[in-house]
């Protein structure tokens, strides 16, 4: 049975309740009726309605006890009242104890017909929400971040560890490394990540707008101030707001967000009255704060007052054990997203990656994926890479001083992975993005 547009009339006058009946069946609703309150609790045991329409006065059990009732039952059902104009005080008292809405006797009945049309609207647009948000915690799970190297491994320890306090984050990293990333792993997480995770780059705006993103203005505050606008601190109350290249925030504004951090509190441009938040800050940057405090361009206590904890994202280059697991997650992604079958990636063109640099960490990696899958065609090549990502030759010594080829560098490297996992040949490869049959091809050759 589906219950989706079953909505229950519960009213103890015969001719009422058969006229709220009838009124939703012509709109096209599965409707059950119920002459009390007490009947009207099994039925919803057992029915679970989308809406419950009750009159506030009852025989025997009322409609307000009703309501608490069904509400302990399923804290989100959605519950409409109707009331006598002498009762608007006690229907006001239902909606605090969590009714959706009530409508007064006599009551015209396109009213009446909205307002259930409003509310199962508004259960709809909370389940997709709600779904959204369940996709988005499970897409921004830290151990759904690609990487299984050591300094990943730590980052997950300490997200798991800090991930349910309401303290400030610090995540410093290169450009491209996943700094925000790691954010949302934090707020989706934390038991925060049903509410908002709202995100703004301090590079991208000029001083006056980014101090009005941020906390917000009242009518008039400026040329152009048609009307009021809510700050992001106060959009992101009860979740997370997450200020990236925060090294880039003027003096003035460093000032302003301290005292914010501070005192919980802020007052919008335009305003003399403060408004309250409750979001947890995460910051990022990608330069050296304590050097921005030695050349005066960052301040030291703002500094300490966002790094009660401090975490630390990796370079690529400094992973490489990463890079063939991005790679087959990317080619994978930009195959599905053009319809194409997947997409092998030559030895040759998996240790070019390997060797490269990546100053653009795992941007620039994806953007050469993107790139290749394009422009190859069974399987990714050499020549299909960028120019650079082509011709960067690694210079690798070894403790004589003696120059590795690539050949020696790639030996060296399966022989480092598979030492790391132990021997375990499969995992080995699945790391390498190689088949089995390749690195046993390989390991002979090597006289494994």
């Known amino acids: 049975m589906n219950s989706n547009n079953t909505i229950l009339i519960v009213e103890d006058e015969d001719i009422m309740r058969a006229i709220l009946s009838q009124l939703m069946r012509n709109a096209g609703f599965r409707v ?52 006598a104009y002498s009762s608007v005080e006690t229907a006001i008292a239902a909606l605090r104890k969590g009714a959706y809405d009530y409508i007064t006797k006599p009551f015209i009945n396109e009213d009446i017909l909205q307002t259930a049309r409003n509310a199962l609207r508004q259960r709809d647009l909370f389940r997709e929400n709600r779904y959204l948000r369940r996709e988005l915690r499970q897409k921004y799970q830290f151990d759904n971040i690609i990487g299984r190297s050591d300094a990943l491994s730590n980052i997950f320890k300490l997200i798991e560890k800090i991930a349910n306090t309401n303290s400030s984050v610090l995540i410093n990293g290169e450009s491209g490394s996943g700094k925000e990333l790691i954010a949302k792993a934090i707020h989706y997480s934390s038991a925060r990540a049903d509410q908002p995770f709202i995100a703004i780059n301090c590079a991208a705006l000029p001083e006056n707008l980014l101090e009005s993103e941020l906390f917000g203005y009242v009518k008039g505050a400026f040329t152009g101030a048609h009307a009021s606008k809510i700050g992001l601190f106060k ?9 990236d290249e925060i090294s880039e925030m003027p003096p003035s504004l460093q000032v302003k967000l301290l005292r914010a951090l501070q005192e919980r509190e802020f007052i919008p441009l335009g305003s003399t009255r403060s408004v309250t938040f409750d979001a947890r800050l995460i910051a990022a940057t990608n330069r050296n704060l304590e050097e921005e405090i030695q050349s005066q361009r960052f301040r030291e206590d703002l500094f300490y007052r966002l790094s ?49 640099e990546w100053r653009g960490n795992v941007r620039e990696l994806q953007n050469a994926i993107e790139r290749s899958v394009t422009l190859s065609d069974d399987q990714i090549e050499i020549v299909h890479l960028p120019q650079k990502v082509r011709e960067a030759t690694p210079v690798t010594h070894d403790l004589t001083g003696h120059t590795l080829t690539l050949d020696e560098l790639e030996k060296r490297y399966i022989m480092e992975t598979l030492t790391r996992v132990h021997d375990d040949k499969t995992q080995a490869a699945g790391l390498l993005g190689i088949d089995l049959s390749t690195l046993y091809r390989k390991l002979k050759r090597y006289g494994q």
């Open 32 to 83: 059950i009726e119920s002459p009390s309150a007490e009947n009207a609790l099994e039925i919803f045991a057992a029915e679970s309605p989308a809406l419950t329409i009750t009159d506030i006065e009852l025989g025997g059990m009322t409609g307000i006890d009703l309501l608490d009732r069904i509400k302990q039952v399923d804290s989100e059902a959605l519950v409409v009242m109707i009331t």
């Open 235 to 243: 959009a992101a109350d009860g979740g997370t707001l997450f200020l």
């Open 308 to 356: 009660v904890f401090s975490l630390t994202v990796p370079p690529l280059r400094e992973r490489r054990e990463d890079v063939p697991l991005l790679v087959r997650y990317f080619v994978e992604k930009y195959c599905r997203g053009l319809n194409l079958p997947p997409k092998r990636v030559s030895d040759e063109a998996m240790q070019a990656m390997i060797n490269y």
